[in-house]
Each structure stands twice: as structure tokens, then as C-alpha cells.
């Protein structure tokens, strides 16, 4: 199969492109460094052309609704755009689970992706899974100083390189609208994976845990985002994704 990969540079992407070469697919990467823009709809349709399906997994680092909301809506709109145009005949959208209820902050923009790709003209397939075990390393870039303040936080991560295996694995069976969800092998706190991180890397930094205020600090509290149990679950806890090269200090 010939695979457009949207965000292919990325946390995930960069494991979906290995996996989808691995497999012996023809892959192309849709970035700028490639000529190609997701966010502005430049030299997309050109990008796609004689692709079997596109696969979204783009990302905008905010925790604002109105920001998360107009970028993923824009990007799926141009996506979607080219892929009439070119002719492809499966979209592939990279989403969370347990968000339905949490639609605030960074989940209203995954909400709104959902949304739009359902709306839209192209048959496709939504994979739901847990955050990334490489969130909390996303979560600890951005932060200086001797403490991190992070949200009460209930997940069940799962590792981008098994992320990456799942979506190549729906992609390869053609649309199927909403499907199998995946989540990691463990119930966590996030406030847990970062003290765990810290001590992994030779860091020390105390660590506070916060509950946030809204619907998206409860949503975050709820264990909505550990899923419902029915998931499929991946097999690499964030203690053996620590020793792994996926991880790098």
C-alpha cells in the first residue's frame, strides 16, 4: 500500500513511518520539510495522489479549547480536501480514549477532529488509545526549577511504538469507522510515571499533584481516560519503556 503519513516527524508519527516501512508499505510524509503544509493546505493533494489512505496522527502542544479546536479542524479540513481531490479512499484519525465527556482544553480540539473527519466525505477509521507513555517526558520539557506541579491525572498509557503497530494494522484492513480501542497494560497516576521518570533519569525534583478546576480537571481525576476495560492492551509498562531505547534520558 501507498501511505501518506500526516505528522510522520512526530512522537508518534516517526514510529508509524518505521512500522509502515517494516511492513513493506510505500510511505510519504507530509511535512513542510517535504513540501507540504497540513496547516496552510499546501502541496497536499500533489503529496496524496495514488495513496491508499491518508493516516492523521498531527498534534498541537495547548490547553486551550478555541487554539486545539481550529487547528485540528483545519488540518482535517485540508487533509480531507486533498484526499477528494486525489482520489484516496481511507482516512485515518489518531485520537484518546475516555474523552467523550471532557470535551475542554486539548480534548476539545481531538472532540472537534472526530467530529469533522464523521462530517466528512472520505471513508475513515477512528483509533482511540491511551496517552503516550512519552507524554510524561512531553509534560517535563516544559518545565524548570527544583518542583513540577502536575494534574491529578488517571491514565493507562501505552508506548507510541505500540500505538504506531495498531494504527498500521486498522489502516491495512480498510475504513471501519469507530474501531478497537487501545490502552497500556496498567492502571497509572500520572503524578506516579513523573517521580518514577525523574528517578529514571538521575532528576531530583519534587513533584505536586493539583486537581484542576472545570470539566477538564474533573475529566482528568475520573479514570474516564483509563478506558472502560473492553480496550485491547498493549504489552510495554512505562517501566520497561524507561529501559528502552525509545526512551532517552
Known amino acids: 500500500m501507498k501511505l501518506a ?16 516501512r517494516d511492513r513493506g508499505h510505500d510511505v510519504v510524509v507530509l511535512a513542510r520539510s517535504q513540501g507540504t503544509d497540513v496547516l496552510r493546505g499546501e502541496g497536499l493533494t500533489t503529496a496524496v495522489e495514488g495513496a491508499d489512505a ?6 498541537l502542544t495547548t490547553l486551550s479549547a478555541r487554539s486545539a479546536r481550529r487547528f485540528f479542524e483545519t488540518v482535517t479540513g ?36 472526530e467530529r469533522a473527519v464523521m462530517a466528512g ?19 517535563l520539557s516544559g518545565m524548570n526549577g527544583r518542583t513540577v506541579v502536575m494534574p491529578t491525572m488517571l491514565m493507562r498509557p501505552v508506548a507510541a511504538r505500540e ?11 480498510g475504513p471501519a469507522g469507530r474501531t478497537a480501542e487501545l490502552v497500556g497494560p496498567r492502571d497509572e497516576r500520572l503524578g506516579d510515571l ?30 474516564a481516560l483509563r478506558g472502560t476495560g473492553r480496550e485491547l492492551q498493549g504489552e510495554i509498562t512505562f517501566e520497561n519503556w524507561l529501559r528502552s531505547d525509545d526512551h532517552r534520558r
Open 163 to 173: 500505538i504506531a503497530a495498531h494504527l498500521l494494522t486498522v489502516t491495512e484492513g
Open 54 to 59: 491518508v493516516i492523521d496522527v498531527t498534534n
Open 121 to 139: 466525505s472520505v471513508p475513515y477509521s477512528i483509533v482511540r488509545v491511551g496517552q503516550f507513555h512519552e507524554f510524561v517526558g512531553q509534560l
Open 78 to 113: 485540508n487533509l480531507l480536501g486533498a484526499e477528494m481531490d486525489a482520489g484516496v479512499a481511507h482516512h485515518v484519525a489518531l485520537s484518546i480514549v475516555g474523552i467523550d465527556d471532557i470535551d475542554a482544553s486539548y480534548y476539545a480540539g481531538k472532540l472537534a477532529q
Open 194 to 223: 513523573v517521580r518514577m521518570q525523574l528517578a529514571y533519569d538521575l532528576q531530583r525534583r519534587r513533584v505536586l499533584e493539583v486537581r484542576l478546576p472545570g470539566r477538564y480537571g474533573r475529566g482528568l481525576a475520573s479514570g
Open 5 to 20: 503519513i500526516a505528522g510522520g516527524t512526530g512522537t508518534v508519527g516517526r514510529h508509524v513511518v518505521a512500522v509502515a
